[in-house]
């Protein structure tokens, strides 16, 4: 069974704050998503990565970069938090060798105050 | 890029009816069509999907049908019920596994006991 997880369900920074959003699957799945989620918007991709190390910009990456170190591991970050950063974060893998099915974790409601 | 548009945004429907959603993409490459629900509070899970060499697709209560000259698919739910309540995304892709899925806003389904 594939297994999303991400560090925290719930948080609340402060503007100009640096945050990270941890996200951590188990498949060996070689792609791995981040979106936002606003009501009437939909999932918007922020950074998509196919390797480890590898970025991919997504619709909207202004204000957000990513890291992947480990294959398992995809860091989302705000450098420097602003209020229009407030959101729910989910992150997403895939297997490359699959249909294309992405599996979701149970995403991040960030409040940046 | 691909562009996604989803329709109706929210959609109430009685008990044992049936509801449809609508998807229109822009990119006649696109060739995998998934629709993912998700329910209040938790993650997008995929629930049918489609490619480009088939024109419809049942499992049990859920179709989806896809016109590729319109570039248009749908989703169908008959006998519709209470826990079919919740958000319905559509998505697009060309390489299911080498591309990100692009998705619509979502549809807010709520089903009338």
């Keep these: 069974d594939v297994?999303?997880?991400?560090?925290?369900?719930?948080?609340?920074?402060?503007?100009?704050?640096k945050v990270f959003l941890e996200c951590v699957q188990d498949m060996d799945h070689e792609n791995m998503f981040w979106y936002r989620q606003d009501p009437g918007l939909g999932l918007r991709?922020?950074?998509?990565?196919?390797?480890?190390?590898?970025?991919?910009?997504?619709?909207?990456?202004?204000?957000?970069?990513?890291?992947?170190?480990?294959?398992?591991r995809f860091s989302l970050i705000l450098e420097s938090a602003s209020t229009n950063q407030t959101s729910m974060y989910l992150c997403a893998s895939s297997s490359s060798q699959g249909v294309?099915?992405?599996?979701?974790?149970?995403?991040?409601?960030l409040t940046v105050t | 890029g691909e562009n996604v548009e989803q329709h109706p945004s929210t959609l109430s429907v009685q008990e044992g009816d049936?509801?449809?959603?609508?998807?229109?993409?822009?990119?006649?490459?696109?060739?995998?069509?998934?629709?993912?629900?998700?329910?209040?509070g938790k993650?997008?899970?995929?629930?049918?999907?489609?490619?480009s060499n088939v024109g419809e697709k049942k499992d049990q209560r859920i179709a989806v049908t896809?016109?590729?000259t319109a570039k248009?698919?749908?989703l169908h739910i008959t006998e519709t019920q209470p826990e079919d309540s919740a958000v319905y995304f559509c998505a697009a892709s060309i390489f299911p596994?080498?591309?990100?899925?692009?998705?619509?806003?979502?549809?807010?389904l709520s089903v009338i006991a």
């Design chain 1, 45 to 72: 991709l922020i950074y998509f990565s196919y390797d480890v190390k590898m970025k991919e910009k997504g619709d909207i990456p202004e204000g957000y970069s990513v890291s992947r170190e480990k294959k398992e």
């Design chain 1, 100 to 109: 294309g099915e992405q599996y979701f974790g149970p995403g991040t409601r």
């Design chain 2, 18 to 40: 049936s509801a449809v959603i609508k998807c229109t993409y822009s990119d006649s490459a696109s060739n995998y069509f998934p629709w993912y629900k998700q329910e209040l």
């Design chain 2, 43 to 51: 993650r997008p899970q995929l629930i049918i999907d489609i490619r």
């Design chain 1, 3 to 17: 297994k999303v997880t991400q560090s925290s369900r719930y948080l609340v920074k402060r503007t100009g704050e």
């Design chain 2, 72 to 74: 248009h698919f749908s």
């Design chain 2, 66 to 68: 896809l016109n590729k």
């Design chain 2, 97 to 108: 596994g080498n591309t990100p899925l692009v998705f619509g806003k979502g549809t807010r």
